[in-house]
């Protein structure tokens, strides 16, 4: 990671991020006390949240923002600051609500904590910046970039803060739990249409995806998924799409973690939107993103077997695997398994394992603050010793020198080519 920027130019970030997006922004010293705030107008010292010195106590660093969400439904930003490996403070930027808080909101909120004036409730949620969880990422993104100097990508922040919540919370595998499991759905409309559509998903067809939602998703004969609102039944209906859409790119080879993760992004941006033809809109987005990443995916043509193989390693990678147990899982031979697998993906399939497992490592030493014994432990490498070759030779640098920031040439080209920039 790079080096923070200096405390007096600190101040002038909180300034900056301040003024953009008329947010309280603070800083706090690693002793997690406030040096100093930038406010909006009208906005006081003592109007700061309490809970700022409870935000951090878990002084481990972290390499990207984390977005901190109060049972009371404020957002603040915190980005950590972080000298040669140790806790430096945080900036912390909010609080903020991702929408206006609706009345019925109000009402539950006030009897879950006692309060019995509600207009000073409504008047408190009032002052707060709306600020919808998409632009929170980004602005949450920016602030990263003025204090460290790096872009990066909103999805990751997201992931990130989910993953990060996960294995605090589990301590099991981060990408298994990246997204919740959405209920099977269907639509009450023409079933030839339907059909259509997420054929062209499946098979990976965006373009031509796009020519069919030219004149808009049809809603004729949808039904209606909410009587007491128009807007509420559109949203529900582009929930139950892209559940189905879902469907259809895992069956047309995507990746099922892959798949659900985008799901799971759509539906809450689609949530936040206001606007009927905003969710309109959205939904012809991920369905074609769906295609596209499907037509991606179906690039590296596999047979069934290696395909199920690989499945499985991607899901098993904190537990034993072994040449034995997937030629059992495609009874196959071991050693025809091996030559197959090797012809198709130009890995031997011991290899495939340990690279994985290194991508793997390298999202725990980027995302977590767990020490490099409890990595190589849970990974199922031996020891550190050789934790540490298996892993310089595929990421080109020591764990250690990874987790501080040192990327090998290749590892930059496809961190810039995941967030779509070019390489400087």
């Known amino acids: ?44 010292t003592a109007a700061a949240p309490e809970r700022l010195s409870e935000l951090t106590t878990d002084g481990s660093p972290a390499s990207l923002p984390i977005i901190h969400t109060a049972r009371t439904l404020e957002n603040y930003i915190e980005v950590r600051l972080e ?25 539950g909120i006030a009897k879950d904590w006692m309060v019995r004036d509600k207009e000073a409730l409504r008047q ?18 920016l602030l990263y970039y003025l204090v460290y100097g790096r872009r990066i990508d909103i999805v990751d922040v997201l992931l990130a803060n989910r993953s990060i919540e996960t294995l605090f919370r589990m301590g099991e595998n981060v990408d298994l739990e990246v997204s919740d499991r959405l209920n099977n759905s269907s639509l009450h409309h023409d079933w030839l249409y339907e059909r259509q559509l997420m054929q062209l998903v499946k098979e990976g067809k965006p373009d031509q995806l796009a020519q069919e939602m030219t004149l808009g998703i049809k809603t004729e004969g949808m039904g209606t998924l909410s009587k007491r609102s128009h807007l509420r039944s559109l949203k529900n209906l582009s929930v139950a799409g892209i559940s189905i859409a879902t469907r259809a790119a895992m069956e047309g080879g995507l990746h099922p973690e892959i798949a659900y993760t985008m799901s799971d992004l759509y539906i809450q941006q689609i949530e936040e939107l206001q606007d009927p033809d905003e969710v309109d809109k959205a939904t012809k987005q991920a369905l074609i993103e769906f295609a596209e990443r499907v037509g991606k995916s179906s690039e590296e043509q596999v047979s069934s077997a290696v395909a199920e193989c690989k499945r499985y390693i991607f899901n098993h990678l904190y ?7 997937l030629a059992g899982l495609v009874h196959m031979n071991p050693s025809y398994l091996s030559r197959l697998f090797k012809k198709e993906t130009g890995k031997p399939l011991t290899d495939y394992i340990q690279w994985k497992r290194v991508e793997e490592a390298k999202k725990l030493l980027t995302l977590t603050a767990s020490s490099l014994s409890d990595i190589y432990s849970r990974l199922n490498f031996n020891d550190q010793s050789y934790f540490t070759k298996v892993f310089k030779k595929y990421a080109g640098v020591t764990p250690k020198q990874y987790r501080n920031g040192l990327r090998s040439e290749k590892d930059r080209a496809d961190e810039h080519e995941a967030a779509g920039k070019p390489l400087s």
């Not at 790079?2 to 008329?22: G, Q, R």
């Not at 408190?124 to 929170?136: A, H, N, T």
């Not at 537990?319 to 147990?325: P, V």
Request: hydrophobic share 35%; glycine share 6%; proline share 10%.
């Open 319 to 325: 537990g034993e695997l072994s040449l034995e147990t």
């Open 124 to 141: 408190r949620y009032g002052r707060f910046p709306v600020i919808p969880q998409k632009r929170l990422l980004q602005a949450s993104a």
């Open 1 to 44: 990671m790079n080096k923070p920027l200096h405390p007096d130019k600190l101040e002038d970030v909180c300034a900056i991020m301040c003024s953009t997006y008329e947010i309280p922004v603070y800083y706090m010293d690693a002793a997690r006390k406030v040096v100093f705030a930038s406010l909006p107008p009208g906005e006081s």
């Open 83 to 107: 000298d040669e490996g140790e806790y430096a403070g945080s900036l912390i930027a909010g609080p903020s609500i991702y929408s206006v808080i609706p009345e019925d909101t109000l009402d």
